[in-house]
Every structure is written in C-alpha cells, then in structure tokens.
C-alpha cells in the first residue's frame, strides 16, 4: 500500500505544476473555442492559462512568494554547542563515467553537500550523513556513494562519512536516521523550500534537529522591468512542489510543527 500512495505522490507532484496545468487549460480551451457558442468560454480559460505563466515565470512576483516560504526558517548559525551528525538530504545524480563527479551529481546535490562540509567543519568530531536513492539497473551506483566520492575528494576522512542506500523520500530518509540516531545531536541540511517540510517530517518521528537551509532560490529584485524566464518559473515549480509535499505530509500524518502538542 505505501508503493502505491508513493506512486500516487510522485503523480500528483509531477502534475499539479504550474507548466502541466497550464498545458491541460490549453488543450480544454481549444475543445472550447471549436465550438461557437462556448468559445467565449474557451478564451477565458486561454487568459487564465496565460497569467498562471506569467505569474510563475516573473520574477518580481515568484521571488515574493518564495522568500515568504524560504523566510520561515533561519540560516545555521554556529551557538558553541557543538552536533554530533550533519545530515544532507538526497537529491539526484546520473553516473556518466566520462564526466566529473561534480557533473553527474545534480546541482542541488553539490550545494547541499558544500553546506554540509562547511558545518561539519564547524563542529569538530561531527560526522556526515549521507542518504538517499539506492540506485536501478541502469545506474547501480547509489546518490550516498556518489556524494561520498565528492566528500572525499573535498578531502573529507573516510572515517568522517556515513552512507544509508534506499529512501526513497524525505519522509523515508528521516525514518532512517530516527532510527540509527535517536538520541544524537543532529544538524539537517537540505535546500531552504524543502526545510519546512523537511524539519516537520524529521519532528513527526521524534527528531529535533537544528535546521540548516541552503539554496535559497527567493532573491530580491531591484527592478520590475524584467521578462519572464524559464529559470523563474523552474524555482516557481520548486516552490509549488514543496507546497504540495507540505500538504501531503500533513493529510497523511506525517508531519509535525513546532505548536504542536505532543
């Protein structure tokens, strides 16, 4: 049953997205403007296409509501107490083996990670923790191990790194860790969208770790005369994801907020 309601998550995810949607009014509208009497009808639904894309695509706009979500949770800020594991969330990769590791590692995966060693740097005796998707047939080597490829060549010590092969979500991912380190002083790096959900689903399963967002995509805009880009409206679709994924932790039970009590 969990396969399946991951399955139905990674669907609805995939498709209440501002380009999806926008492509589904699209194709309605045509079914409407072919016929005479609901063509007015038909345009209405061409125009609000045209203003969900252009309001996920202008920056002035989406770095609003980004910042807002982003804006939730601080910066790490090191408070002389020192943790006992850094843990950087997964992203994705794909092993080409003509390329550099910093290629076939996304860049997501390489901003997390350089967080993670600038705090693991800050805490000395610290340990990092690396999870993520244990790989498939095509590309058997796992996000873990290709992080720890990167680690290690940032000169990281073996010693110092530990992998866990197989979340396949945040929520999977936080499970795991509740259940090696229960009790241990833990930093959480991931990209500041996904630290509110990140930090919730950590909490659902009796973890408190210190947040430490990274990626911050809402940047101030100094003016509004810009166009809108593909760029704006890829981080405008990250801010709809997590907003979704929110959603679903909480209507699955998934997730804890700070006010919540016990």
């Not at 990274?214 to 005369?225: D, F, M, Q, V, Y």
């Not at 679709?237 to 700070?258: D, F, I």
Request: glycine content about 6%.
């Amino acid at each position: 049953m969990d396969y399946y309601l991951f399955l139905v998550k990674k669907f609805l995810g995939n498709l209440l997205m501002p380009v999806p949607i926008s492509l589904i009014l699209l194709i309605w509208a045509l079914l409407f403007l072919l016929r005479k009497k609901t063509r007015w009808f038909g345009v209405f639904v061409v125009l609000l296409a045209t203003v969900l894309l252009f309001a996920a695509s202008y920056a002035p706009l989406s770095s609003r509501y980004i910042t807002q979500l982003e804006a939730r949770i601080p910066s790490y800020q090191n408070n002389n107490e020192l943790s006992d594991y850094i843990a950087v969330l997964g992203s994705w990769h794909q092993s080409v083996d003509s390329l550099p590791v910093t290629s076939e590692l996304s860049p997501t995966a390489i901003v997390r990670l350089t967080e993670g060693i600038r705090i693991y740097r800050l805490n000395p005796g610290s340990k990092l923790i690396f999870t993520g998707f244990k790989g498939i047939v095509e590309d058997p080597v796992s996000y873990p191990e290709k992080l720890r490829e990167l680690a290690l060549a940032l000169g990281v010590p073996e010693t110092d790194i530990l992998t866990f092969d197989g979340p396949r979500d945040t929520g999977e991912e936080a499970q795991l860790i509740a259940t090696h380190f229960p009790a241990a002083k833990l930093v959480l790096v991931t990209s500041a969208p996904h630290m509110p959900r990140a930090l919730g689903l950590f909490r659902g399963v009796g973890l408190n770790p210190i947040p430490a967002p990274t990626e911050h995509l809402g940047k101030p805009c100094k003016s509004w005369w810009t166009f809108p880009n593909a760029m704006t409206l890829a981080r405008s679709e990250y801010w709809a994801h997590e907003g979704l994924g929110y959603l679903w932790a909480r209507l699955t039970g998934q997730l804890k907020e700070p006010t919540d009590k016990n």
